[in-house]
């Protein structure tokens, strides 16, 4: 059963991937442009650490000691996120003079993607949890 969960997640985000990638890098070179950020390195960044996060919740609901703090623990595991994601690309965010509003966009869109199929899961696994008890 978990390993059907782990599959779906990770369909899921590899669809959201290749599809979020290949819209948004078409939509970039349709308007021509220029980032000088790489999408791709984004998109797969924020996949990868959100599909973490769901398999290491979806293992950790069985856990009684540790299941009823899951909320505040996705809640650290967020800004983990934000502050993981700086760390990854600190040159393009923060040694770049001035971003441009398309480069601004360009960061949060894949974040918010991935944020809501992460939550989406999260929420699932919660209730699972809730139900549980």
């Not at 398999?55 to 650290?76: D, M, R, T």
């Not at 965010?93 to 966009?105: G, H, Y």
Request: net charge positive.
């Amino acid at each position: 059963m978990m390993t059907k969960k782990i599959l779906v997640y990770m369909l899921a985000f590899g669809i959201l991937f290749f599809l979020g990638d290949f819209i948004h890098n078409y939509y970039i070179e349709s308007q021509e442009i220029a980032l000088g950020l790489s999408l791709r390195n984004m998109y797969a960044f924020h996949a990868f650490f959100s599909l973490q996060i769901c398999i290491i919740f979806a293992l950790l609901v069985n856990n009684k000691k540790i299941s009823p703090q899951l909320g505040f623990i996705y809640l650290a595991s967020f800004v983990l996120k934000i502050i993981a994601f700086c760390a990854v690309f600190y040159d393009p965010i923060v040694t770049a003079e001035k971003l441009s509003n398309a480069q601004r966009i360009a960061l949060l869109i894949p974040m918010f993607i991935f944020l809501i199929q992460e939550v989406y899961f999260i929420i699932k696994i919660l209730n699972k949890n809730h139900s549980l008890k």
